[in-house]
């Protein structure tokens, strides 16, 4: 069974940066897609990015192109999500994700809550 734990998340300023981890233990396979969304208060949960786990191929929702990135580390099987220029409007909470199908909606972490203040 795939687990997900995210960890990283806190209280940044606007124009701030965070990074964002995710630790996947258990057996994945070369097709595995790890992704993040967010949810902020009020709101329904949204696609941040996604990286497939074989290739490396990234997709990033419009409103975080060009600020974050996400990558991947598989000797660790962790993904990281590294926010920059960080603004009020990402403040929510962070989920990372996995699954075989785009985007991965499979399996979710617990969860981690990023504030930016401004």
């Known amino acids: 069974q795939v687990r997900l734990a995210e960890s990283g998340g806190g209280l940044v300023q606007t124009g701030g940066s965070l990074e964002l981890s995710c630790i996947i233990s258990?057996?994945?396979?070369?097709?595995?897609?790890a992704g993040w969304f967010r949810q902020a208060p009020g709101k329904e949960r949204e696609f941040v990015c996604a990286?497939?786990?074989?290739?490396?191929?990234?997709t990033y929702a419009d409103s975080v192109k060009g600020r974050f990135t996400i990558s991947r580390d598989r000797a660790t099987n962790t993904v990281y999500l590294q926010m920059n220029n960080m603004k009020p409007e990402d403040t929510a909470v962070y989920y990372c994700?996995?699954?075989?199908?785009?985007?991965?909606?499979?399996?979710w972490g617990q969860g981690t809550q990023v504030t930016v203040s401004s």
């Open positions: 994700t996995g699954g075989s199908r785009w985007p991965p909606q499979e399996m």
């Open positions: 258990g057996r994945t396979y070369s097709s595995f897609i």
């Open positions: 990286i497939r786990q074989g290739t490396g191929g990234t």
